[in-house]
């Protein structure tokens, strides 16, 4: 029998794994070129909504997981908006700013770093 601290972590896994999917559905979705409109933004994100709702929510601990999630609760709460370009425009801020800080824990340039050289001269 697997112990309750692996289920709750399986759970987890498939509400951030979902939490991604429609992420990236909705953002893919906003910045192609095809013409966005505010009702085929609300059916994306009915149809996005339905994968989500399957999953349970679970509790999170990870500074990019929250702010995923926000992100996605974000997207959501714009439906009820009316300007689709505003939209767009936050969202996909947003969301790059969500990869800025997931890539710069994950790149560090060492430009400037004279440690690497010292053994050369």
């Known amino acids: 029998m697997a112990s309750q601290k692996a289920i709750d972590n399986a759970n987890r896994l498939k509400y951030v794994r979902a939490l991604e999917?429609?992420?990236k559905s909705v953002v893919g979705y906003l910045s192609s070129g095809s013409d966005v409109t505010?009702?085929?933004?609300?059916?994306k994100i009915q149809n996005s909504l339905k994968l989500l709702e399957r999953v349970q929510e679970a509790q999170l601990y990870k500074g990019d997981l929250q702010d995923l999630q926000k992100l996605v609760k974000k997207m959501i709460a714009f439906c009820d908006s009316d300007d689709i370009e505003n939209i767009k425009s936050e969202i996909l801020y947003a969301s790059?700013?969500?990869d800025k800080t997931k890539n710069a824990r994950r790149y560090?340039?060492?430009?400037?770093?004279?440690?690497?050289y010292d053994d050369w001269e």
């Open 21 to 23: 999917r429609f992420h």
């Open 38 to 43: 505010l009702d085929s933004y609300k059916k």
């Open 96 to 98: 790059n700013q969500l």
């Open 108 to 116: 560090k340039k060492e430009k400037y770093s004279q440690s690497n």
